[in-house]
């Protein structure tokens, strides 16, 4: 090979290596405590390698009572995660499909039609711009008087809401990038608005869709602070059910770093799968 | 495309949207005004002062269990209601197993809501007080949040109940450990929560560095007295440097200098040299002599003898340095007992020592003030199903049996009853040395700030203090500052109801230090 | 101009199928948000506390009294400072890594790049809590990185990273970084992939080198995605929250609490929620005020 291209070779599997290893070591720091037993969580010098591995903590969380070790004593009488699973499971999916559509359709109206006028598309901004804390008090007031709380539906509601100025702006950014005059191509040859929006844009900007959709995602499943002000019993979704992982003396690190580990699993599938879309959308390009 | 042109039937179009809303808006939000708060209403039973007819029963628990078969047939409550508990994760093994039987004794469906943060307990307790969900029917909470609760019409006044059903809190052979009873569960002078803990501070050393020879040698060489445990502050300090020893890994101390813990060992020191945080008036007292000198030492000491975490690290730090072996002493909850003797989570097994807290001499009198930090006690929403049926389940809960059962599993609920002092259980679970100690503490414990705005106060007092303790300020400077930002909080909170319930909240102190008080002329009764 | 009637009738079909897809989301945000957000202002015009045992909507008319104050609050002013200066080091950093990601992956094929990618997502998708707790126990005093300075440097190198409010909020912004850098990636990658091939091929032919190409034609084309992606991010970092509370809580005393954190004290802990309301809107205004100023070039490009 000739030198050049040995150097770009080297340097790219050095930026690989480099940028894949800081990625990795909090994350492999995570999966070494999800193995560790409690005496190791804090214990210095601190090693990679737990020196007694154990499953413990991940039995732990679909297994309060079981008997293998310290852990289970510690947790004895929690309650296991399918709950805080299915919840998550149940809310996340349904809100953001909800905020992609929703936004979608708002978002080529307002690009297409400038519908909302210069007003609409920052104010939607603005729903981003306010610190969620002091909304919580109020919001609290309000569901309750709609009696949206603790429950599946209002949780939905809320993430919908709050996700749709991500939509929007992910979404009108990838629809300003196309053409207009593709659309009016079709509109001359006779295909109503309605038919164009959905057979002709759609599925050029699926990239832009699949990435928002993984993003608004990602926000839904790991969103924390109005999870746990509204919810108590029934609702609970994964990161509150993380955060319960705590007792008689502070965290108990290892449950919260399995229970991390495996509330990321279903994220990585929905990533790996969008992955695929992103890349086979844009290998198509603007093509007429 | 900028839609200046385009625009007009567009915005007739969106004022009757606009207006729409706001219509809807305005309707809506009249829903959201739940009903007022109804004046608060003792529980239906005679007037104080005339005799209550005391409820059948040889024993707490039995006359609980009682009172429950007494409303099942006046028709309150029927099997399978459900009644909810708001606790932190850390009882869930002392409560869970416990409302599994008080289930099947009763009939009823008492059920568990848990929270893993404690501060998330505070918020959903304030905004149930807003809402009045009836989410939640008992509240086990941090004992300084009674008053907060009490004033936001949250819970209700349990004392009347306290009457007619006897829990045998502060008389009788089971009775608390005094004066734990009264500032767990006394607010203004009547009963709103009821005490189900045990958090007074507790002091380990390493009895085996003690015990050596060697070390007792050079000890009496340097100072010219025995190696002994310390009774004063000032012996306390020496005997800490004297074992710090960084070269070899160990330093003397660790106590709490973080963000939310710091003032526990100002305040032992204060309070000991006969210091109160406010006077009559609510005028804080925390910048006098005793004050500064006793900050000055605290900083001294930590900055000297301590790992730097006592400043940066959370509460946990102490069970993790201690057991380890990283430090020489250390204080903290009386858990703090049961990890070091732990052999799963401790490398001195066997070499942990138990001690009195210091305090001060005043006039040849030993007077020791040992903070009580957090607790957790039990109190009843104002808007249950049954407020009476949950005291019932406190009462249960909390007795001298079943209590002892429930302290007994693994979790933050600690010994708080006298007779269980001597039982084998709990010499099992925390050490037959350090049970007498503990008792000792539990006598001269004093009370976090339990006013209204508590968490407000302790609050802004930790954060100059930690500035103090990093360095970032003077002692003298630290405690001013909080005095002044606590003026402001009593003003904006109501002067006079605060006065109201410090005069009541000072007469929970100890007796030993209400006396030094009377001696020093800062309080007259 | 004449415009034919087709052609009015057609605007007219326009105006009113744009109305139509904008509706669902419009009704959304009245019904969940707008309501909440008149409590607010109601809120911050009044002064309450639910610990004074009287109502919300009883509580006594305040008039601007908490706006006042929040401006002369020397902790609110801090915490914006602050915050601030820590949103422009985080996403500055964020953007000019996941711009380099970005287009390192768009020119280069290699066989696993797929999965490098995910593994590049991944910080994403652990759920903040966990995050928070990981680099709060990496960099603790007896923690893995002090552990690897030490082995490197000698038992002097050991940094207590909590106890220096810079250092600390540098480990806070390192979290934040590593968290958020993928979602700069993922968004500008997706931008570059929807760019229409011709003009950078007709540019290579004309002899331009990747910098020019990169400069004069990619980076403009690509600029409404980057705003759209360094404005949410900003807003985004701007309540940090979650890593602040659990790794330093703010401390050594205040130095190193978040605009959001104070907020939260203020409102939860002291239960101050008037005070917390108007330091809230004063926040959104400020906000809002900047974002308009940058959003303006986005709507130019329209």
């Keep these: ?288 | 495309m900028a839609s200046k042109k385009k625009g007009y039937g567009k915005l007739t179009r969106r004022e009757f949207l606009k207006a729409a809303g706001l219509a809807a808006a305005g309707g809506l939000l009249s829903t959201c005004a739940p009903a007022p708060t109804p004046t608060p209403a003792a529980p239906a039973t005679p007037a104080p002062g005339t005799s209550v007819p005391r409820v059948e029963g040889a024993t707490p628990e039995e006359r609980a269990l009682n009172g429950i078969k007494a409303l099942k047939a006046a028709g309150k409550i029927k099997d399978g209601d459900t009644f909810v508990i708001l606790h932190h994760s850390g009882q869930r093994n002392n409560i869970v197993p416990a409302l599994e039987e008080w289930n099947r004794l009763t009939g009823l469906n008492f059920v568990s809501a848990e929270e893993g943060l404690e501060a998330n307990i505070y918020t959903k307790v304030m905004n149930e007080a807003v809402t009045r969900t009836g989410s939640y029917d008992i509240f086990l909470t941090f004992v300084n949040w009674i008053a907060d609760m009490a004033e936001a019409g949250l819970i209700v006044d349990q004392t009347e109940w306290w009457e007619k059903y006897d829990p045998e809190v502060d008389h009788g052979p089971n009775a608390y450990v005094s004066p734990i009873d009264r500032f767990t569960s006394l607010y203004k002078g009547r009963r709103y929560a009821m005490g189900a803990d045990n958090d007074t501070f507790s002091m380990f050393y390493r009895k085996d560095l003690m015990e050596n020879p060697d070390e007792q040698k050079r000890f009496e060489d340097k100072f010219g007295r025995k190696l002994e445990v310390p009774k004063t502050w000032e012996e306390f300090d020496q005997w800490v440097a004297f074992f710090d020893r960084p070269d070899q890994g160990i330093r003397g101390v660790h106590m709490y200098a973080e963000r939310y813990f710091a003032y526990t060992g100002w305040a032992a020191r204060f309070i000991s040299r006969g210091g109160a945080y406010f006077d009559d008036n609510m005028d804080p007292l925390i910048t006098s002599e005793e004050g500064v000198t006793a900050l000055e030492e605290m900083v001294r000491l930590i900055q000297n003898h301590a790992w730097p975490d006592a400043v940066t690290g959370d509460w946990s730090v102490a069970y993790t340095r201690f057991p380890e072996g990283s430090v020489f002493c250390a204080w903290a909850w009386p858990s703090l007992g049961k990890w070091a003797q732990d052999p799963k989570t401790s490398k001195i097994v066997g070499k942990v020592g138990a001690m009195e807290i210091p305090g001060t001499m005043h006039d040849g009198e030993l007077i020791r003030a040992v903070p009580h930090v957090v607790g957790w006690s039990f109190s009843i929403s104002r808007y249950s199903k049954s407020p009476e049926a949950c005291y019932c389940f406190i009462q249960w809960f909390c007795g001298p049996k079943t209590g002892l059962d429930a302290i007994a599993r693994v979790g933050t609920l600690d010994i708080f009853r006298q007779p269980w002092f001597n039982e084998p259980k709990m010499k099992e679970a925390y050490g037959e040395e350090f049970l007498p100690v503990l008792l000792a503490n539990s006598k001269n414990a004093f009370p976090d700030i339990s006013l209204r705005g508590a968490n407000e106060y302790l609050d802004k007092l930790n954060l100059h203090l930690q500035q103090a303790f990093a360095g970032q300020k003077k002692p003298e400077q630290a405690l001013k500052d909080a005095a002044d930002e606590w003026q402001k909080i009593t003003d904006r909170l109501g002067r006079l109801s605060q006065i109201e319930a410090w005069r009541q909240e000072r007469k929970n102190y100890p007796e030993p230090i209400q006396r030094l008080w009377r001696k020093k002329g800062i309080f007259k009764d | 101009m004449r415009f034919p009637i087709q052609w009015k009738l057609k605007w007219a079909e326009e105006r009113w199928m744009g109305q139509l897809l904008i509706l669902p989301m419009q009704l959304l945000i009245w019904f969940v948000l707008i309501i909440p957000m008149l409590i607010v202002i109601y809120l911050s015009l009044v002064s309450w506390q639910p610990i004074m045992g009287v109502d919300w909507w009883q509580a006594p008319f305040a008039g601007l009294s908490n706006y006042v104050q929040a401006v002369q609050d020397p902790r609110f002013l801090t915490a914006m400072g602050r915050t601030i200066g820590l949103v422009l080091v985080a996403v500055s950093l964020e953007f000019l890594l996941g711009l380099a990601l970005a287009l390192f992956f768009h020119q280069q094929e290699f066989p696993g790049k797929r999965i490098f990618a995910s593994i590049l997502l991944y910080p994403m998708m652990l759920p903040w809590v966990v995050v928070g707790l990981c680099f709060y126990l990496l960099f603790l005093d007896k923690g893995p990185v002090n552990y690897i300075l030490i082995s490197l440097f000698g038992p002097s190198a050991s940094v207590q990273w909590y106890q220096n409010p810079i250092l600390a909020l540098m480990t806070i912004a390192l979290a934040d970084i590593w968290q958020w850098t993928p979602f700069m990636f993922l968004v500008i990658y997706s931008g570059l992939g929807a760019l229409p091939p011709e003009p950078v091929e007709a540019a290579m032919t004309l002899g331009a080198n990747r910098w020019e190409i990169f400069r004069y034609i990619v980076f403009p084309m690509l600029k409404p995605v980057i705003l759209i992606a360094l404005i949410i991010r900003t807003l985004e970092a701007f309540k940090i929250f979650d890593l602040v509370y659990i790794m330093t809580g703010g401390g050594p005393g205040t130095s190193t609490e978040s605009l959001s954190l104070y907020l939260y004290r203020t409102g939860f802990i002291y239960g101050q929620l008037s005070y917390a309301a108007a330091m809230a809107l004063l926040v959104l205004i400020l906000v809002a005020l900047v974002a308009r100023l940058a959003v303006r070039p986005l709507e130019r490009e329209l």
Excluded: C
């Excluded at chain 1, 291209?5 to 290893?21: D, F, K, N």
């Design chain 1, 1 to 288: 090979m000739p030198k050049r291209a040995w150097t770009s070779v080297l340097a790219r599997w050095g930026i690989v290596l480099l940028v894949s290893l800081i990625t990795l070591t909090p994350v492999v720091w995570v999966l070494s405590l999800s193995f560790k037993p409690p005496q190791e969580w804090l214990a210095y010098p601190p090693t990679l390698i737990p020196r007694q591995p154990t499953l413990e903590n991940y039995l732990v969380l679909f297994w309060p009572g079981n008997p293998v070790g310290v852990v289970s004593e510690m947790v004895r009488t929690a309650e296991p995660v399918t709950r805080a699973f299915i919840n998550s499971l149940i809310i996340v999916p349904i809100s953001t499909a909800l905020s992609i559509v929703i936004g979608f359709l708002a978002a080529y109206g307002i690009s297409r039609f400038g519908a909302g006028g210069n007003f609409l598309p920052f104010s939607v901004l603005t729903t981003r711009m306010f610190p969620p804390i002091a909304f919580a008090v109020p919001l609290l007031v309000y569901y309750r008087s709609l009696g949206l709380i603790d429950t599946h539906l209002g949780l939905i509601l809320m993430y919908t809401t709050f996700t749709l100025a991500f939509s929007l702006w992910m979404i009108k950014g990838f629809i300003d990038g196309i053409p207009r005059h593709i659309e009016e191509a079709a509109i001359l040859d006779g295909a109503s608005r309605w038919r164009v929006m959905f057979t002709i844009t759609l599925p050029l900007i699926r990239g832009g869709l699949a990435a928002a959709a993984l993003f608004v995602f990602i926000m839904n499943w790991t969103e924390f602070l109005f999870a746990l002000i509204f919810t108590s019993r029934f609702a609970v979704t994964l990161p509150v059910q993380v955060s319960r992982y705590a007792g008689a003396v502070g965290r108990y690190y290892g449950p919260q770093a399995a229970l991390g580990i495996i509330a990321s699993i279903p994220v990585l599938i929905a990533g790996y799968l969008i992955q695929r879309y992103l890349v086979r959308a844009f290998t198509f390009g603007l093509v007429k």
